[in-house]
């Protein structure tokens, strides 16, 4: 995903209100970040202008409608890689162990096939829960210094020296 830069800026608490206002009173706009990029997207193309010689008033309205919605779904895009990039940071964090824990785990785990171990047993070992213990190990394996071999409750694993 492309991250795309935050632009901010203060005003005067009576015209944040006339904005809100203006929002909650139109179809048109979905927030006051869409309020903000349609209007400043509208001057930039000088849509406010009036009697322009290019375009017919029929055509200036259609073209309008559809730069109206084109903002719209852009501003709904916006929002949403925002929501999904909230997201993601929450599932990362939420997902990794300490390094204290991935190096307790590491350290506890057999070097023998014969000997492997399951989460459950690893976590009773090293004082941690069965999830941290899996995560953990996952992590571990993403580095390919574990092995696991499938078993029919849980996976089993160990390490090579």
């Given amino acids: 995903m492309a991250e795309r ?3 901010a800026f ?3 608490g009576s015209q944040k209100e006339k904005w809100e206002s ?3 009173d139109s179809e048109e ?5 869409h309020l903000i990029r349609l209007a400043v997207s509208r001057e930039l193309s000088d849509a406010y202008e009036t009697g322009s010689s290019q375009t017919t008033a029929g055509d200036s309205g259609s073209l309008g409608d559809i730069e109206s919605v084109l903002t719209r779904l852009d501003g709904k895009v916006d ?3 925002e929501v999904v990039e909230s997201v993601e940071s929450t599932v990362m964090a939420n997902t990794a162990v300490s390094d204290a824990t991935v190096t307790a785990v590491y350290g506890e785990l057999p070097t023998s096939l014969h000997t492997a171990v399951t989460p459950r047993e690893i ?3 090293v004082g ?3 999830q941290e213990a899996s995560i953990a190990l996952a992590q571990i394996s993403d ?3 574990v092995n696991m071999i499938p078993n029919e409750d849980e996976p089993k694993y160990w390490r090579e020296e």
């Fill in 5 to 7: 830069p935050t632009i």
């Fill in 10 to 12: 203060r005003v005067d």
């Fill in 22 to 24: 203006a929002v909650d």
């Fill in 29 to 33: 706009y979905d927030s006051l970040s």
């Fill in 79 to 81: 929002d949403l890689t």
């Fill in 123 to 125: 976590a009773e070992q």
């Fill in 128 to 130: 941690v829960s069965k």
């Fill in 143 to 145: 580095s390919n210094a």
